[in-house]
């Protein structure tokens, strides 16, 4: 009897553990398959703004030659509606009435021009937006993976886009035990500026939660873009360096200090 129940069980957890491969596999297959996509969408974003400014430049030409034409001729005529002014005065109204006319003409084009180049910016800014939006799926979901053992601590509890409760304030990644938190900023490019808001992170997560007041806390960076300037300031600042390697990541813990 006993025997029949552990070799039951035996392929019971061979099962489970064949299912569990199978689920990291199909993980990986769909997390390349979004950094696949997410690189044929910025090249297909970068070829399409190249081609915008291309455009733009082109449309940019030729409205100053068609502006520096039509000036021209407006001087001609009003030139020569001078010299006529006495005897052709209803010429030199309608001259100018033309002149008006074109001006108008001219202020419609620039308005156009404007126009296209608040529509070019608003599509980078929504290229920015795609890029933070990938790290901060990329870092939560391999963070995930290997919450059990990260920074020599081993937590139980894994939570994203935390919002604070009594001041405002997010804390995208959170990893809690019993006796130590950690805090995990996410950034598709982390910034020099970035670096104090960082650390103040600690003192507004102790203000929104003080029921954490005696765990230690840590902070770390995860980044897909790093300047070694503002890695080695992260580092002697006691912050984690966490960055991208192929689909998973690599953590630097050097002079990483408790909070």
Do not use: W
């Amino acid at each position: 009897m006993d025997a029949v129940y552990f070799a039951s069980l035996e392929a019971l957890l061979e099962k489970h553990a064949i299912a569990a491969e199978q689920r990291n596999v199909e993980f990986n297959e769909q997390l390349r398959k979004s950094r696949a996509d997410f690189e044929e969408e910025r090249r297909k974003s970068k070829e399409d703004s190249e081609r915008r400014n291309a455009e733009f430049n082109e449309l940019f030409r030729k409205s100053k030659e068609d502006s520096d034409s039509r000036h021209a001729k407006i001087e001609a005529d009003l030139a020569a509606a001078a010299a006529q002014i006495k005897s052709q005065g209803e010429q030199f109204r309608k001259s100018k009435e033309d002149f008006d006319n074109r001006f108008a003409k001219i202020e419609a084009a620039q308005a156009v021009v404007t126009a296209q180049i608040k529509s070019q910016s608003e599509h980078i800014g929504g290229i920015t937006k795609s890029q933070g939006l990938f790290a901060e799926e990329f870092f939560s979901n391999s963070v995930k993976e290997g919450k059990e053992v990260l920074f020599g601590q081993k937590f139980d509890i894994f939570a994203k886009n935390v919002q604070g409760l009594i001041q405002p304030a997010e804390y995208d990644i959170v990893l809690s035990n019993c006796s130590s938190l950690c805090i995990i900023e996410v950034k598709y490019r982390i910034r020099d500026a970035d670096v104090p808001k960082v650390l103040q992170k600690v003192h507004s997560f102790r203000i929104n939660y003080p029921q954490f007041d005696n765990r230690r806390i840590y902070l770390g960076v995860a980044s897909l873009v790093f300047e070694k300037s503002i890695e080695d300031e992260l580092l002697e600042s006691g912050i984690a360096v966490i960055k991208q390697i192929g689909d998973s990541f690599v953590v630097n813990e050097k002079n990483m200090k408790v909070f």
